[in-house]
């Protein structure tokens, strides 16, 4: 049987993502499927496995993917399409969140948008699924 593709990821910012990748891989036992580096030497976008299913997304606290502060985490949940994301984005704004990224394609694929919900807790709303295993 094979394990379906996430749909919600954990989405988290380092102020030294390099070296939390090594941490979540080497300690924790992640797999690291990609990682994009960044302009400035950090890491723009990076996906880590977990052997069982699902995973966890991070960056570096900087440049302009950084829209959650760095040491910090959210949530990514994959939409069915880019229209969604757009269509959720305007929705959660017009209920009182506050928007810390208007939708907008990805140079690794997909849309994405990110707003901060009216307790603080940031969400990503995006069509990419993530890389293969």
């Known amino acids: 049987m094979t394990t379906p593709s996430p749909t919600v990821w954990p989405s988290l910012r380092y102020s030294d993502a390099p070296s939390a990748i ?12 990609l990682v994009v580096p960044s302009d400035t030497g950090g890491v723009a976008h990076c ?14 606290g900087e440049g302009t993917h950084a ?21 959720i984005h305007l929705a959660a704004v017009a209920a009182g969140a506050t928007s810390v990224r ?20 940031h ?4 069509d990419y699924r993530g890389e293969p295993r």
């Open 102 to 121: 208007e939708p907008e394609d990805q140079d690794y694929g997909g849309r994405v948008s990110t707003f901060v919900d009216p307790w603080g807790v």
């Open 47 to 60: 996906q880590l496995s977990w052997p069982a299913g699902g995973g966890v997304m991070l960056g570096s």
């Open 123 to 126: 969400w990503s709303f995006g």
């Open 22 to 33: 090594r941490f979540i891989v080497d300690v924790l036992g992640f797999d690291e499927t």
């Open 67 to 87: 829209k959650v502060p760095a040491d910090a985490g959210g949530l990514y949940v994959v939409t069915e399409t880019a229209a969604d994301v757009d269509r």
